[in-house]
């Protein structure tokens, strides 16, 4: 049962996460350590430049990262994050965050994500710290 754990955990942060579900994060693959992530840009997404609000791509790298984090059935939280735009996001592109766990401690982890646009060019590069909390998703699994 230990293999599904990390999908349990995504399911029910994703049951409460009305942000994600707006932004219509769908999931591609999540593994302990590891998350892929894509979604569409939509009209409202767009700024006064016409280019995806920079805020949309740190949203899906955000849950990316979350997910990533918490796939270990430790319930972690954010302590810092930062982004590098590298290419404008339009309407309709579809954007795929890729959260790669970089190193694990019993209390914190580091993730870098990246996100790239359906034509697999990089427009975003995320890196974020998570705090690991002692409580668990799931306390019986083993």
Not at 13 to 36: A, K, R
Not at 125 to 136: M, N, S, T, Y
Request: with cysteine.
């Amino acid at each position: 049962m230990k293999n599904n754990i990390p999908e349990r955990v995504v399911s029910k942060m994703m049951d409460g996460d009305y942000f994600s579900q707006w932004l219509g994060i769908e999931i591609i693959s999540i593994h302990e350590g590891s998350c892929s992530l894509s979604m569409k840009v939509r009209k409202e997404m767009l700024n006064g430049f016409g280019i995806a609000h920079g805020g949309i791509s740190f949203s899906l790298a955000d849950s990316a990262l979350a997910f990533a984090s918490n796939s270990h059935n430790k319930k972690s939280l954010v302590l810092d994050a930062s982004m590098s735009f590298t290419t404008p996001v339009k309407m309709d592109d579809t954007l795929i965050a890729t959260a790669q766990e970089v190193n694990l401690t019993r209390r914190t982890g580091i993730y870098n994500v990246m996100v790239t646009n359906q034509d697999q060019k990089l427009v975003a590069a995320f890196k974020g710290i998570v705090f690991r909390k002692e409580e668990e998703w799931f306390p019986d699994a083993p």
